[in-house]
T-cell receptor, first 110, second 113 residues
């Protein structure tokens, strides 16, 4: 049972480039979330999903997009990377009150 | 919009001492989580508090929840160096279409020998 798997673990992007952060869970959880964590700060909710085909904005959605075509996958898309998006990104899934977090993706935009 | 505040933001303690981390939140919720994060790592779940008056203990850590005061505490007893980490509380926000977990800013705990 792998839980929540995030790829890649590290990435350096140039300003204006695009990329997709992958998140997959094998627990059949309906709810999935993307958070970002800036240095020395707590986690801020970017987007969340309550099931396949349903997504909604969180606290800090600007500059990001998501899709949820299957229960298992919840990719996060950065279209035009900016230095302000340098952060650690965590994906999570939940069901019935229990939350499982991935190991994170450390993204640097230069 | 639910806001979660923790204090202190940084705590330097000596081994063997006791201290408490506080977590306040702005709107009604009855579910609160405490997490530990080591540098460069993901979040490790410590406690889930599900009702008013809930108290849970694990080793030197004890967490409690007062939903009427919108306050949770994480009490550290006789601190040891291994407890050095960042501690987050997170509160379930029931507003909107689904439940969302909103995090506090974290408390960086440094236990000095």
């Amino acid at each position: 049972n792998a839980g929540v798997t995030q790829t890649p673990k590290f990435r350096i992007l140039k300003i204006g480039q695009s990329m997709t952060l992958q998140c997959t869970q094998d627990m059949n959880h309906n709810y999935m979330y993307w958070y970002r964590q800036d240095p020395g700060m707590g986690l801020k909710l970017i987007y969340y999903s309550v099931g396949a085909g349903i997504t909604d904005k969180g606290e800090v959605p600007n500059g990001y997009n998501v899709s949820r075509s299957t229960t298992e996958d919840f990719p996060l898309r950065l279209e035009l990377a900016a230095p302000s998006q340098t952060s650690v990104y965590f994906c999570a899934s939940s069901w019935d009150g229990g939350y499982t977090f991935g190991s994170g993706t450390r993204l640097t935009v230069v | 919009e639910l806001k979660v505040e923790q204090n202190p933001l940084f705590l330097s303690m000596q081994e063997g001492k006791n201290y408490t981390i506080y977590c306040n939140y702005s709107t009604t919720s009855d579910r609160l989580y405490w997490y530990r994060q080591d540098p460069g790592k993901s979040l490790e779940s410590l406690f889930v508090l599900l009702s008013n008056g809930a108290v849970k203990q694990e080793g030197r850590l004890m967490a409690s929840l007062d939903t009427k005061a919108r306050l949770s505490t994480l009490h550290i007893t006789a601190a040891v160096h291994d407890l050095s980490a960042t501690y987050f509380c997170a509160v379930v926000d029931y507003g909107g279409a689904t439940n969302k977990l909103i995090f506090g800013t974290g408390t960086l705990l440094a236990v000095q020998p």
